[in-house]
């Protein structure tokens, strides 16, 4: 794999959306945005402070000493808001910029007809990937290189540590690469990205990867690390989020590990999957073999297993958790099944359109599941 | 240098290209030629590994294109008719991205980059942003990033739809050069005026089959024994120059009118001289002798059932 600072694709992404005009803007625009962002963080810690100033004329409370303590650790404060408003604008940034442009990449190579010319060059599937993975977002990555020396100086400046910093760090860049991998997956299905149904998918992955937080209450919390919003309140502020921590195999363990091995577990088998057929046509496109099938079934069961944890104050019985692993092993053999077919194979949107009814798309998701399961 | 044994590909039930046999060597221009429908775009993408037949090989430079595609690839460069660019990049710097993603070494880059631009006529515009040259310049610069990595074999797939005239010449000119440098040509089209004169053999595709394929004077003597020859003079009459034409037995369809006319003749070209010389010797004074040639265009439509799938 070539470097990816030498990858062609990536070279192409720089010089177009990064010549010195628009990266000296660029970079104005991010540090005029810091000194609002300053300003704001500055303005509501002292509007803080103003109201307690209010309280303690009018009912005694917080005491003089205590408004006394609040006045000395005031810059203290606006920084540390300053610090956290910095790390989760990068992360919304980073996140929604890689997958909105990674989302767009292959299909819209193939809509410009210039995809053709990309896969009769020497650049090999995981050369594209990279590229394109770095390339697309490269404008929300210069951002972000803009904002960290400001980031990290306030983030040390309010007593966050710098493991701390270069944890969140870690996490932002791991969640967007993992993001961005999903949405370069999700165009390459696509054959044109005016299709409403590739938007439908993009936003689709975007939900849920903002809304995976809310499993963190469920019997998989480890689930929740699919979002970066899980591990990042803890990394971010200095005294950590009284979140609880998820468990593998029974056991707690920090939410940016959990994050980290759930993008690299998926993003393994996405980058499997994108290595196989990126150089592939359109129609000739099988995201994973048979064999592959069957290995990613074993692996998703495996991780049920691994991330299952039940409330302590209500274990579920022995039929409700068999009638779950059921349904769950039913949606990952569909899911896996149709990974094996081949767009032309696939039930068309177009026949379930045009017969419209709950029975026509009750049979035609009949036979998915069935050549699904015959495949694996 | 480009070898197709075999090669088939299926569409569900359409048969686009149908046991596809065929054999170009070092330094050929070969056209392949047919209506919209007869597999000539699929086999050129199968040729150059964008499609994967169904059956069948091909090799090109003795790679195999679907065993080694990376390998084969260096020895590759493709046009297809309908085609975009990076509308944001400069001129070299398009080439220079190809340049990399071809994976030429770094000091030749440079060079070679110079070397395309001056070729293809684009130095002024070096520097410009693509988006701001025409439709023209943007085919030339396709062609340009499709020779940049110095192909044994350019793949053409209609490269010259959307060219003015100028820009067509022009392309014929490139396609001999790059030839004479021993670069070997598949190039496809439907308007056989585009192929003729510079096209050393041809292909005649019809419903995904090569109904006829070699060198063009090979194919034109099959299927037109008969060759037709025009002559002109001055001084004699039509009638004398007749008797002394009639008189060899290889010579029919005598038509001559004032001081010209044409003849069908069956026979070699060292007889054919002798046809000049008898003239001479009687003391015609001969102003033009000559072959009418075959047009590809008078070939197709000999050959050709015309047929589409």
């Not at chain 1, 306030?154 to 710098?162: E, N, P, Q, V």
């Not at chain 1, 064999?291 to 991330?307: D, K, M």
């Not at chain 2, 039509?238 to 038509?255: C, G, K």
């Not at chain 2, 069908?264 to 010797?281: C, E, I, R, Y």
Request: charged fraction near 20%; hydrophobic fraction near 45%; proline fraction near 4%.
């Amino acid at each position: 794999m070539l470097l990816f600072w030498s990858n062609p694709e990536f070279v192409r992404h720089r010089r177009a959306e990064l010549r010195r005009g628009r990266a000296f803007t660029v970079a104005a625009v991010v540090l005029v945005l810091c000194v609002l962002i300053g300003l704001a963080a500055w303005a509501s810690a002292a509007n803080e402070l103003e109201m307690a100033q209010i309280r303690s004329a009018r009912f005694g409370r917080p005491t003089q000493a205590q408004l006394f303590e609040m006045q000395q650790r005031l810059p203290s404060e606006a920084l540390q808001l300053f610090y956290r408003s910095l790390m989760y604008t990068q992360a919304g940034i980073l996140a929604f910029w890689s997958l909105f442009s990674c989302a767009q990449a292959v299909s819209g190579e193939r809509e410009r007809k210039t995809w053709d010319f990309q896969r009769t060059t020497r650049l090999r599937p995981a050369d594209l990937m990279l590229g394109k993975l770095l390339g697309e977002p490269v404008l929300a990555y210069f951002i972000v290189l803009c904002c960290l020396p400001i980031a990290a100086i306030s983030g040390l400046a309010a007593k966050i540590g710098l493991l701390h910093v270069l944890s969140a760090y870690l996490l932002i860049v791991s969640s967007a690469l993992f993001i961005g991998l999903a949405g370069l997956w999700l165009s390459s299905l696509f054959e044109s990205r005016s299709r409403g149904v590739g938007l439908i998918g993009t936003a689709g992955l975007f939900a849920f990867l903002a809304l995976s937080f809310n499993f963190r209450v469920s019997e998989l919390p480890g689930l929740a690390g699919f979002s970066p919003l899980a591990g990042l309140p803890q990394l971010v502020e200095p005294s950590g989020s009284a979140t609880a921590l998820p468990t593998l195999f029974g056991a707690q363990i920090p939410w940016l590990l959990m994050s980290l091995l759930l993008y690299m577990a998926f993003g393994a088998w996405i980058a499997l999957m994108l290595g196989r057929n990126l150089k592939k046509d359109y129609e000739e496109m099988r995201p994973l073999s048979r064999w592959q099938a069957v290995g990613c079934a074993a692996f998703l069961n495996f991780l049920l297993y691994a991330l299952f944890h039940p409330h302590p104050w209500s274990p579920p019985d022995s039929h409700s958790f068999t009638t779950f692993i059921v349904i769950m092993n039913g949606l990952i053999i569909l899911a896996v099944g149709v990974a094996t077919l081949a767009p032309h194979e696939r039930p068309s949107v177009a026949v379930v359109g045009a017969f419209g009814g709950g029975c026509v798309r009750f049979t035609n998701m009949g036979t998915v599941c069935l050549e699904a399961g015959a495949r694996v | 240098m480009i070898q197709l044994s075999k090669l088939r590909k299926e569409f569900g039930d359409l048969i686009a290209v149908n046991d596809l046999d065929l054999m170009i060597p070092q330094g050929e221009i070969y056209g392949l030629i047919g209506p919209n429908g007869a597999g000539k775009t699929t086999s050129i993408r199968m040729t150059c590994g964008l499609l994967a037949p169904t059956q069948g090989c091909v090799r090109v430079n003795d790679v195999d294109v679907l065993g080694e595609p990376e390998r084969a690839q260096q020895y590759i460069g493709y046009l297809s008719d309908f085609f975009s660019v990076y509308e944001d990049l400069k001129v070299w710097e398009y080439l220079d991205y190809f340049a990399r993603a071809y994976k030429m070494s770094q000091p030749e880059i440079a060079q070679r980059i110079e070397e395309v631009i001056a070729q293809v006529g684009l130095e002024v515009k070096r520097d410009t942003l693509i988006h701001g040259l025409s439709r023209g310049m943007k085919q030339r610069l396709g062609i340009a990033r499709a020779i940049i990595h110095q192909p044994k074999v350019l793949l053409l797939d209609e490269p010259a739809s959307g060219l003015d005239p100028k820009a067509r010449l022009e392309l014929r000119e490139l396609l001999r050069s790059m030839r004479d440098q021993g670069a070997t040509i598949l190039i496809s089209s439907h308007i056989l005026t585009e192929l003729e004169g510079f096209c050393t053999s041809i292909g005649i595709m019809e419903k995904g089959r090569l109904v006829r394929t070699g060198r063009i004077e090979e194919v034109t003597a099959e299927e037109t024994p008969t060759r037709i020859v025009r002559l002109r003079w001055v001084g004699d009459s039509a009638e004398s120059v007749r008797r002394i034409l009639a008189e060899r037995l290889e010579l029919s369809n005598i038509s001559l009118d004032g001081n010209g006319g044409s003849f069908h003749f069956v026979g070699s070209d060292d007889l054919l001289a002798q046809v000049l010389a008898t003239l001479v010797s009687a003391n015609v004074r001969v102003t033009s002798f000559g072959e009418i040639k075959q047009t590809v265009e008078d070939l197709y439509m000999k050959l050709s059932q015309h047929e589409v799938m």
